[in-house]
């Protein structure tokens, strides 16, 4: 056990690692065709992703602004849903909860075919602002649990003892709830950022065609065959998710986000 | 607190009370704002799924079940009978299932020695794993892509090390080939289901470690240190004291992966043979690909969702069912 269990460990991690690794080497070949391992190595790519091919510039624009957009918008939704929840816990609050998590639950597609449906009525289909609607409404159910686990940290004496000393509701809650939650509240923040900049499925059907993000673009030069450029897209995302789950850990406490046991270590 | 306290406290609301406060706003307009957003899409893919094509033209508002009908019989039922669509479904399920038991069964002992890291190493590997989690479809696809492809990858690397003649000498060559794993010349991933099922089942692994990680965290070790010491090995140990405990996560875990793994898109439409796609390919190719039939798209998709709402329900059933007795 006590050899096999790292063994093990470290066979999940190659597994995991590899297809990862094999796109992130295919980002260096010099030519416009992937090869494993890369044939005259380059960083030109780079350039082409980040500077000079307008298809990728634009694309990887649209993506952040759609990820910053969405993630804003979904904590902003989630936030009075979560301390409903927590301030009253009433049954109109559960509700609200269960149908704001409902899109994350069910299979994607279908979330996507309803939005497409929905943005067509409501003239957005292939607008960018119906783009991020559409992403924060996916992920809310993200910052709700990062935020519910925020309030539920908080020492209910606390209140007692701003109430007592004459606090009104407005006060308590800027001066002690806000603080006590601002960590959760941004690790949220980031969790939709990150996997908004990653979904294809939603947006695929949103946009219509009608804008690209980096993950569209890929998917829609598959047809094409693979250029290095796609791979260093592919770079940029993990670089990006790898920081932010990194500050949300340096900053955060990542194992109790994640449901581990809080009297232990 | 003393009831004067409590008089106090409550006082500052008080004289708002009567005016509409943000308190009482705030709940209906959260129920709108939530109503349209989240219930609303759900709603009209049910609403159109009775909708009719107007052969030329798009679609109209209708309540017909002929959607349908065409979904389990055919549209030519009675004349003809087709279950091109529950086969369809069929593969759907085949591989959530397969791909989502095996991410949860060796996800299981991974997230095990996770917990009994220290909690530095612990954060450590939730940013690799909550990385790699969020790791767009796309990009997953695209290196298993370039893994599997015959021309580079796994298959060039096997035949130039010679493990293909071996292969053939030896006779295993032939059952790889009955298996779909290989052309006369060389051994092959794609298209094939082995390939399909093991993207899929990469894409949810690290979800599977996120899901059991709270249950298994919280895990009482002293259980398994007392077994221990009363002589139960290692495997014991598992199969006796750590296995019942986590029995409901490990479930929950599976099934829902395997309603997340449904609409997979991406991985399908790569690694599967097109007599083997599923219906969350059907739903795009009808809804905005190829046969640009909204209606029948939108059957497909409620038929998906209750699909999933049924697995789901039926799994709630049974946890239920296993924590009364």
Not at chain 1, 24 to 36: I, Q
Not at chain 1, 170 to 191: E, H, K, M, N
Request: net charge positive; charged share 10%.
């Amino acid at each position: 056990m006590r050899v096999l269990g790292p063994l093990y460990m470290a066979f999940c991690v190659v597994l995991l690692a590899l297809p990862i690794a094999v796109v992130c080497g295919a980002a260096l070949n010099g030519g416009r065709s992937m090869f494993f391992p890369p044939r005259d190595p380059t960083l030109a790519r780079f350039g082409e992703f980040f500077v000079s091919e307008p298809v990728w510039t634009q694309a990887l624009v649209n993506s952040v602004i759609v990820a910053v957009g969405a993630a804003l918008l979904a904590v902003l939704l989630a936030w009075p849903v979560a301390y409903l929840l927590w301030s009253t816990g009433s049954k109109l609050s559960r509700t609200l909860a269960a149908l704001g998590s409902m899109p994350f639950a069910v299979p994607p597609i279908v979330f996507g075919v309803g939005l497409g449906f929905f943005w067509g009525f409501l003239g957005g289909l292939g607008a960018i602002w119906a783009g991020i609607f559409s992403h924060a409404v996916l992920l809310m159910a993200l910052p709700l649990v990062t935020i519910s686990i925020g309030l539920q940290g908080i020492d209910r004496s606390h209140l007692d003892a701003a109430a007592t000393m004459g606090a009104t509701e407005a006060v308590t809650f800027r001066t002690v709830i806000l603080p006590q939650t601002i960590p959760y509240t941004i690790s949220g923040f980031f969790f939709v950022l990150v996997l908004s900049f990653n979904e294809f499925i939603v947006m695929f059907f949103v946009s219509a065609s009608g804008f690209a993000t980096v993950t569209l673009q890929i998917f829609n030069s598959l047809r094409n065959g693979y250029t290095p450029t796609m791979a260093v897209a592919a770079i940029t995302f993990i670089g990006v998710s790898v920081l932010v789950f990194s500050a949300v850990a340096r900053w955060g406490d990542l194992p109790r986000l994640m449901g581990a046991d809080q009297s232990r270590n | 607190m003393t009831a004067v306290e409590r008089i106090e406290a409550e006082m500052p609301d008080r004289p708002a009370r009567a005016r509409p406060t943000p308190r009482r706003i705030l709940p209906w307009l959260l129920s709108v704002v939530i109503g349209v957003l989240c219930v609303v899409p759900f709603l009209l893919v049910i609403a159109i799924s009775f909708g009719r094509k107007i052969e030329g033209a798009a679609w109209q508002w209708d309540f017909t079940l002929a959607n349908y009908q065409r979904f389990f019989v055919g549209a030519l039922w009675p004349d003809e009978v087709t279950f091109l669509y529950l086969q369809q479904l069929g593969f759907s399920f085949w591989y959530a299932v397969i791909a989502s038991l095996l991410a949860v069964l060796t996800a299981l002992p991974f997230t095990l020695l996770l917990t009994r890291l220290s909690r530095r190493a612990q954060a450590a590997w939730l940013v690799f794993i909550l990385s790699s989690l969020s790791l767009s479809e796309v990009f997953i696809v695209m290196g298993w892509d370039i893994l599997l492809s015959n021309n580079s990858g796994l298959p060039a690397l096997i035949k130039s090390t010679g493990l293909t003649q071996w292969l053939k000498d030896v006779g295993w060559f032939q059952t790889l080939r009955d298996w779909g794993l290989a052309s006369p010349r060389n051994v092959k991933f794609k298209t094939s289901q082995f390939a399909t099922i093991l993207t899929m089942s990469y894409l949810v692994w690290p979800y599977a470690v996120i899901l059991l990680y709270p249950a298994l965290s919280r895990l009482d070790r002293s259980q398994s240190e007392a077994a221990r010491t009363m002589g139960a090995g290692g495997w014991t140990v598992a199969r006796t004291v750590i296995l019942p405990a986590i029995r409901l996560p490990l479930f929950g875990s599976t099934l829902l992966l395997f309603v997340f793994l449904l609409g997979t898109y991406v991985a399908v439409t790569v690694f599967a043979a097109p007599a083997q796609h599923t219906t969350a390919v059907a739903i795009y190719s009808n809804i905005r690909g190829a046969n640009l039939n909204a209606p029948f798209g939108a059957t497909q998709a409620v038929i998906l969702l209750l699909a999933a709402g049924l697995c789901l329900t039926l799994g709630h059933r049974l946890n239920r069912w296993a924590e009364a007795r």
